[in-house]
Nanobody
Framework: QVHLVESGGGLVQPGGSLRLSCAASGFTFSTYYMTWYRQAPGKERELVAAISNTGTITNYPDSVKGRFTISRDNAKNTAYLQMNSLKPEDTAVYYC????????WGQGTQVTVSL
């Protein structure tokens, strides 16, 4: 079955960086888009990054464009989210998802940006 496991979250000061990883198994990773979402307390889950199956196409909302970079290593069945210049408003649980509309999500990893 499909498994997605995020890691790399933690507490970081404003302006700092984190790299999240999403290890995938149970499907042919290289044939699917992968996405990262986040959900802050009291807010809806929102898309923060997407990458095509080959890694040649990426998409970001304006809120993270220029600060976040999504990438993937199809040989390792892993997607990444590099987050730089982090702000307190980036605090959320971050989830990876297979594609844009599947029911396959990871369990999430907490990112807290605070002094």
């Amino acid at each position: 079955q499909v498994h997605l496991v995020e890691s790399g979250g933690g507490l970081v000061q404003p302006g700092g960086s984190l790299r999240l990883s999403c290890a995938a198994s149970g499907f042919t990773f290289s044939t699917y888009y992968m996405t990262w979402y986040r959900q802050a307390p009291g807010k809806e889950r929102e898309l923060v990054a997407a990458i095509s199956n080959t890694g040649t196409i990426t998409n970001y909302p304006d809120s993270v464009k220029g600060r976040f970079t999504i990438s993937r290593d199809n040989a390792k069945n892993t997607a990444y989210l590099q987050m730089n210049s982090l702000k307190p408003e980036d605090t959320a649980v971050y989830y990876c998802r297979r594609g844009y509309s599947s029911n396959y999500w990871g369990q999430g990893t907490q990112v807290t940006v605070s002094l």
